[in-house]
């Protein structure tokens, strides 16, 4: 319930902004480009998605999905969270029409309701001030555009750290289980490897071996290899 509200109220400030022809900064999930993808991983679970990337269509499936299965649900949902890909700030103009948050099926949504803790939100918050106090943006179009990218490159820096750290806690978790086999899933798959999830516990991790065919949302037996804590590395193989 909590999270419903967050959203409406970051939609609903995105629309008075607009409203108010205030320059604003929106978070934006463009449509998946492995869309297809999709469509078989959800067709795996016996729902049949349309052959154009349709937001809604997908948002129907999620909630069905996790009122029906509630047990396997985080793992459909983590295969269609890999192939939605990641979210990026970027400036709306007054009376343009951006791409909106294919996530959440919505079309106007920026980040406003946590400005304690998110740089963007703050932003949106001071323009909103602004607003509603009939008072000129604090900043113009070429600053936000410089803010909008940093909070893009923030984020990624920050990501990226926190993912160093959690590789590093996963490894110490299983270095003392090498040799023992776990059910997994396949999070991604490119030229640069191949990554599986672990459901007990809960960890991911680089598939080594036997990789050759895999997709995303792929479920498959792995068998742990290898862990480095320093450099945060887990190795899996193929079993079957």
Known sequence: MIADFMIAANSVTAKYLASMNYVSIRRVVSKPKRW?????VVA?????????????ALEKFLVSSQKADPLRFPDVSLSVIKLLGSGDYVVQLPGSTGEGHFGLALKSYTHSTAPNRRYPDLLTQRILKAAISDLPSPYSIEELKDLAQHCNTAENSANKVERQMVKSAAAILLERRIGEQFDAIVTGAADKGTWVRI????????LSIGFKGLDVGDSLRVELTSTNVERGFIDFKRVH
């Open 36 to 40: 297809d993808r999709i469509v078989s």
């Open 44 to 56: 795996e679970h016996g729902t049949k998605l349309p052959a154009e990337p349709d937001s809604i």
């Open 199 to 206: 459901m007990n516990p809960p960890l991911e991790g680089r």
